[in-house]
Each structure stands twice: as C-alpha cells, then as structure tokens.
C-alpha cells in the first residue's frame, strides 16, 4: 500500500530516494516524507500530498548525504497530515513503516508510563520509542531493533536508521514485502522492485521474521533466532513496466494475487479473538447505538452492489437486523423510507461514485446516521460519512475490480460480527468461530491461488464458448452475478448470473441466447444442466 525507500552509499541520498519514490506512486498514497543523515544530524522533511510538495520542501531546505530512508503513506492510524506522515523519529532513531501493528495501544500505553511523548496519531511512531528505549537502556542498535520486534504483534516492513550509528540501516519484515538491491559500493531497500531497475536488477526478497543489517558493501540476514541466513542477490529480467506488476502479465493478474495481503491488512489489528470482538473504532458505533437501529440501506453500484448483496445476507443471518440493497442511482428515486432508526451504508472503492455519494443527501434529510465502507482514504464518500471503515485494499490499478471486491465482502463480514456482538444477537463462542475462520482465510486464497495452471487449461476448453450461465444459491446468488460481470468485462462474452433454483426456467425461456442444445437437460433437476 504505502512505499519505502532506503540507500547506503557514496551518492546524493535525498534525490536518489525521491526519484525512486516516484517510482513507486502508482501504489497511491496521501503524504511523503524523508530523512537523510549527515555528519552526525538527521535532517527529516515531510508534506502532506504528492510528492512535488516534497520535492518543493526539499529545494528551500536542501539536505544533504549518503544515508536516508523515505516513505509515501497511505493512512491507517491517523488522518493524512504531516505531523502524521512518515519517517518518524524518537530521540537518535528515525523509522519508516508499511503496515500495522496490532497492538500499538498497549504498547503506547506502556511508553507514556516510561515517560515517552507522542506527537503522531499513528501506530509507527510507537515503534521508534520502542527501539529509542532500548538503546537508552544500552542495547546495540541492531539488537534494540529485534529485542523491539518480539513485543509487536502486526504486519510490517520496517527500515530504521539510527544517528549514532551512520554506517548502515536495519531492515524487518513481516507479511509485508520488502526487497534489498545491490551495487557497487552502494545497498538500495524498496517496498517493490520498481523503485530499484535505474539503478540495479541485482535484488533479495526478506522473507517473515527476518532482519537484515544493511551497509553500503552490501548486507547481512537474520532470521527469528538471530542465526544468519545465506541469501544471495537473483538478476531482475523484467523491465520497468513488467515491474510494476510483479512480473504478472497484467495489473489485474496482480491485484488477483494480491488478495490474501488485501484481506489480511482489512482485518488486521480490528479482531480480539480472546474477546470475540471486533473493534471498528473508526466508525465508533455504540451498544445503544446499535440496539435502536430497525433497517440498514446498503447503497453501492456495479461490484460494490453485488458485495452490498452478500453483506445484506451476512448482516441479517450474523447480526439480525433487516437490511436491503438498492442501486446507488435507484435509491434517491423510489421514496425510501428512511428514518432517524435506520443505517445507512454507502460501499464504494473510491470513495467518488456520484449516485452513491447523492443517496447520503437521502439519510441526511432523514437523520439516519451514515457509515461507509471505502478504500480511499479522505474521499468524497469518507468525509460526508458519520464513521468510515476503510479496507485497506491499496490502489486498484486495473479497472475490473478484483482486491477491492473481496476486502468490501471482509469489512461487512467484520461489520456484521460487531454489530451482532454490540446488540447482543451473536454470542463470544460462535463470534470466535467466525472470526478464527476469516483469520484463515488468506491462507486458503493462497491455496486457490494455486490453481491457476489448471483454470488456464479450463479457459482455453471453454474459449470457444459465446454464452456463459453462472448459478448462486444464497449467499452464493450475488457471486455468481459478479463471476459474469468479471467475464463480461474482461472478455466481451455474453454471460448472466441466475438463481440456481431459477436455472430450469427463466434463461431458458423462448428467445434466449443460449443454443438449444445448451437447453437440454442432460439429467434431472439443476443437476442435469
């Protein structure tokens, strides 16, 4: 989601690191920021917004030398702001982070009691102090980074840079990427690969639970033990485009692949398993809040609306409260009856969609209270909601909607759970099963994931085809109309999504598209289509 770049050598860091920044904007982000060592200072510029307010900063107050680390964020804890853009520092160390820690509360709590004073709202900042604490205590730099490690409990890829100690940076990593690329006398770290072709195609990957220490002659890993792990740089034959995608063919290929992180990231450090609970402190519904709602208007277009589908059976079955799925552009033309007890809950990817933004005018006339569910951090959606539950996709490059989907099904899933949990309609016991079994569920995707040799080999069955039928029971309804959209969208096939306990009649009445020996059973019932 966001991007880090680090350097180690004999040039000019600030402009190396910014030109690799760009690199990297492709992943979005809402502020940038840099530090860079020199004779002993630190000297850290930050903006708000793109990196051209950045690259302004820097020309009024240059900074020089060869160490620095940088960073484009994409909020999570804490509005886009320069106090909350990164690096950030506590007392002789400075950090970047891509991420999010679990348990950055507990953590901070912890701290001010020990006397450290906060100035962002983010969750990174408490990794600073916690590593600064260390080494006030007499801990080695790099053994004040993995002592620090083993109390966080998130995702992370971490670059830290220590004044007192300017020959070299300190790499973690875990669930979240991070690659080191190697030159000649000079050591470059990147969130992606991107960031690193101009100036070296000779790259590692850390992997989770590793630690590296990095100089400009090049770098040593260690793994959760501190036993050191042989690793050497592989070539980079891709170019510059094929980067971007990871090597993939194309950003929809990518972003498929990119499920698991996606998901994980959306659920990660909102779910107490030991409780059963959910914690959406975003959107800070209270119990009596939750109690008097009677409806939940569900509010999307095209993907979004089938995941409002899905969320609409979630919200009913987990939670008990009734709840409808209206078009964005529909809604604000049929006279819903809305009221001070109902929810309303517009789902948009970017936060921009113009119906489903004008059906909140509809709740505000009403005085129902407003919840999103949103990708983009700070739109237009985000900011005319009362609460906003971001999930936490990273940029969607490609227009058929992949990541953004399957996060808007995990954030009403988490929804559903807290909102059973706050009325009293979803028990601790089946609470944790729910929650234990989404815990799961990046592994499983990746374990599909798996199959994409064989699906290739399918598709190239059914190429021929010119309909396709796609049945969904249940919950299962709404999926089947996404998976002929997907189709329709990619490849310019005809395709419906039915009901399956429709699938004998409606497609197959007089004038359909599909063939008749399409049409004949091959058996009884569903099962014989």
């Not at 904007?25 to 630190?42: F, K, P, Q, T």
């Not at 799961?440 to 190239?460: G, M, N, V, Y």
């Not at 089947?480 to 990619?490: V, W």
Request: glycine content about 10%; proline content about 3%.
């Amino acid at each position: 989601m966001c991007g880090i770049v680090g350097y180690v050598g004999g040039r000019e860091a600030a402009p190396l690191i910014l030109d690799s920044l760009r690199k990297l904007e492709y992943r979005g982000y809402d502020s940038a920021g840099i530090a860079v060592l020199h004779n002993g200072e630190v000297a850290i510029r930050r903006c708000e917004g793109k990196l051209t307010n950045l690259e302004n900063s820097l020309s009024q107050k240059p900074v020089e030398g060869s160490v620095g680390i940088g960073h484009t964020r994409w909020a999570t804890h804490g509005k886009p702001s320069e106090t909350n853009a990164h690096p950030h520092r506590a007392g002789d160390v400075v950090v970047v982070h891509n991420g999010i820690i679990e348990n950055y509360l507990e953590l901070k709590e912890r701290l001010s009691k020990n006397g450290s004073r906060f100035e962002s709202e983010t969750d990174t900042e408490i990794v600073a102090h916690l590593v600064d604490e260390k080494i006030r205590k007499g801990a080695d730099f790099l053994a004040a980074v993995t002592r620090s490690l083993r109390e966080i409990h998130g995702s992370y890829a971490l670059v830290f840079l220590n004044r007192k100690d300017p020959q070299r940076l300190i790499v973690a990593k875990n669930s979240t990427p991070i690659v080191i690329g190697g030159g000649q006398g000079e050591t470059f770290i990147a969130s992606d690969i991107p960031a690193l072709l101009e100036y070296t195609r000779k790259v590692t990957f850390l992997e989770d639970g590793e630690v590296a220490e990095v100089k400009a002659g090049g770098y040593r890993i260690l793994d959760g033990k501190g036993k050191a792990v042989k690793r050497p740089f592989k070539e980079i034959t891709w170019d510059a485009v094929a980067a971007r995608k990871d090597g993939h063919r194309h950003f929809m290929l990518k972003e498929i692949h990119e499920q698991p992180r996606a998901i994980a990231d959306t659920f990660r450090g909102r779910i107490s398993l030991q409780e059963g609970n959910v914690s959406l402190g975003e959107i800070a519904l209270k119990t009596k809040e939750v109690e008097r709602i009677d409806k939940i208007h569900l509010v999307a277009c095209g993907t979004a609306w089938h995941a409002a589908l899905v969320g609409k059976f979630m919200i009913e079955e987990i939670a008990g409260i009734s709840a409808e799925v209206d078009y964005g552009s529909e809604f604000r033309y049929r006279s819903p009856f809305v009221s001070p007890r109902s929810l309303l809950l517009p789902i948009s990817q970017s936060g921009e969609t113009a119906d489903t933004l004008a059906a909140i005018d509809v709740a505000r006339t009403n005085k129902a209270k407003v919840v999103s569910i949103c990708n983009v951090v700070d739109s237009s959606l985000a900011r005319k909601s009362n609460g906003v539950l971001y999930t936490r996709a990273g940029p969607e490059i490609s227009v058929a909607s992949t990541k953004a989907f399957t996060t808007q099904l995990t954030a009403l899933y988490l929804l559903a759970i807290a909102l059973g949990r706050l009325n009293g309609r979803l028990k601790r016991a089946e609470a944790r099963r729910l929650l234990e079994d989404l815990m799961h569920l990046p592994h499983w995707i990746e374990e599909a994931l798996k199959l994409e040799a064989a699906l290739d080999d399918l598709a190239r069955e059914l190429s021929n085809a010119s309909n396709f039928l796609y049945l969904g029971r249940g919950i299962n309804y709404p999926i089947a109309l996404e998976g002929a959209l997907k189709l329709k969208e990619i490849s310019y096939i005809h395709a419906e999504g039915y009901p399956a306990g429709d699938a004998c009649s409606d497609p197959f009445a007089a004038g359909s598209v599909f063939s008749e020996d399409f049409r004949k059973p091959q058996g009884g019932g569903v099962e014989g289509w």
